[in-house]
């Protein structure tokens, strides 16, 4: 990848483009015209594979990856998994799934669930586990966080200062993304601009819909690769 900003550079590694990595980093794919999702409701046809290789790379440079309900109900969502390079790199083996869900409505034998190589956590309340009609089942293991919503800055706080994921990876959807954001538990906003325009139809999320308020960003950083666009935002902390 080349870097636009700050200082020009060509032959980038997105591992050293992001090696700095935060306490808690977002990062989404969207087209140029705002939607995390393609035309199949998925993000694979979004960003190709220069996309895919930073996507990757955020994956191996994290302690935990939170991912919100409904991304993991598509089933498209496969337990975290690392090439033999970037696992050498990460020296050890894939960063746990963590799933935020209010309703602990979830499918425990997706392989999400059954067959992470670091079992999948689950983030929710301690009303919503214990009404839940089907409650997580092992290996996935539950965090509890907040008595009858969850509490994002709890489960942020358990996971860094308990469980000693220092930095922490937000992959979206939208929704939790916005809730983080908006929380200011975020520090940093990594936007992969990919060169599309999807039209917005039914079927396409939008990137950051649910946010409800302005949020100041300031750019760091800017590289392409592949006609995609990866800006880094930094965004304040609450
Ligand atoms: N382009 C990308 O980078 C990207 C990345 C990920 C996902 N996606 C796409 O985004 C779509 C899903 O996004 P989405 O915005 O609809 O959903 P989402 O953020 O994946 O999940 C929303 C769910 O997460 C839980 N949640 C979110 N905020 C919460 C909070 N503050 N407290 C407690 N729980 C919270 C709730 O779970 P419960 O419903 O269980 O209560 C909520 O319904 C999918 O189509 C997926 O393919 C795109």
């Known amino acids: 990848m080349r870097r636009l900003l700050p200082e020009p550079a060509s032959g980038v590694d997105p591992w050293d483009a992001y090696a700095d990595a935060p306490a808690l980093r977002v990062g989404m794919v969207m087209s140029a015209d705002g939607s995390v999702t393609d035309a199949e409701g998925w993000t694979d046809g979004l960003g190709g594979a220069a996309d895919f290789r930073v996507f990757r790379t955020l994956r191996a440079l994290t302690g ?11 089933g498209r969502l496969g337990p975290a998994r690392l090439r033999p390079d970037l696992r050498e790199r990460r020296g050890g ?23 992470a ?4 956590l689950v983030v929710t309340s301690k009303a919503a586990l214990a009404s839940a009609a089907a409650p997580p089942l092992p290996p996935a293991r539950v965090i509890v966080a907040g008595d009858d919503d969850v509490d994002l800055r ?7 200062e308990d469980l000693g994921h220092r ?9 939790l993304a916005a809730a983080l954001i908006g929380a200011g ?21 939008r990137a950051l ?7 100041p960003v300031r750019l760091a950083a800017l590289y392409e690769d592949e006609g995609v666009l990866f800006v880094r935002y930094l965004l304040p902390r609450a």
Do not use: M, Q
């Open 64 to 74: 935990a990856i939170l991912v919100g309900a409904a991304t993991a109900r598509t």
């Open 93 to 115: 083996p894939p960063a746990p799934i963590v799933v935020v869900s209010r309703s602990l409505d979830l499918d425990w034998t997706l392989p999400l669930f059954t067959a």
């Open 117 to 120: 190589e670091t079992p999948t």
């Open 154 to 160: 709890a489960a942020v706080r358990t996971l860094r």
């Open 167 to 175: 930095h922490l990876l937000c992959e979206g959807g939208p929704t």
């Open 185 to 205: 538990l975020a520090d940093e906003l990594c936007l992969n601009v990919a060169p599309a325009l999807l039209g917005g139809g039914p079927g396409h999320t």
């Open 209 to 215: 819909g649910g946010l409800g308020a302005e949020v």
